[in-house]
């Protein structure tokens, strides 16, 4: 079955750094694109990463550009999200999305159950 697996989130204070993973399982990792999104209460789902096969297609909303880091080891079927000097509106459920790379609004999507990220002093 298909299993997206998130990890590393947890509480920090700000200007700390944590490393998210995503674990992935019964799809074809390489044929998919891997996305981060985030939600906080009140707010609706929120983009913050993506990364395609080939790697040069990269995307970041611009709340997190030059602070977070998105790749992937194809080898491991696993997505990571590097997210550094974290800010207090970084706080959000974390959630790990692959979509098949197919020009299609319909295409296969599967989501992790989500990792809570907390930023507070």
């Known amino acids: 079955q298909v299993q997206l697996v998130e990890s590393g989130g947890g509480l920090v204070q700000p200007g700390e750094s944590l490393r998210l993973s995503c674990e992935t399982s019964?799809?074809?990792?390489?044929?998919?694109?891997m996305r981060w999104y985030r939600q906080s209460p009140g707010k609706e789902r929120e983009f913050v990463a993506a990364i395609g096969n080939p790697t040069f297609h990269i995307d970041y909303a611009e709340s997190v550009k030059g602070r977070f880091t998105i790749s992937r080891d194809d080898t491991r079927r696993t997505a990571y999200l590097q997210m550094n000097i974290l800010k207090p509106e970084d706080t959000a459920v974390y959630y790990c999305n692959a979509r098949l790379q197919i020009p299609d609004e319909g295409a296969p999507e599967y989501w992790g159950q989500g990792t809570q990220v907390t930023v507070s002093s």
């Open positions: 019964g799809f074809a990792f390489h044929d998919f694109a």
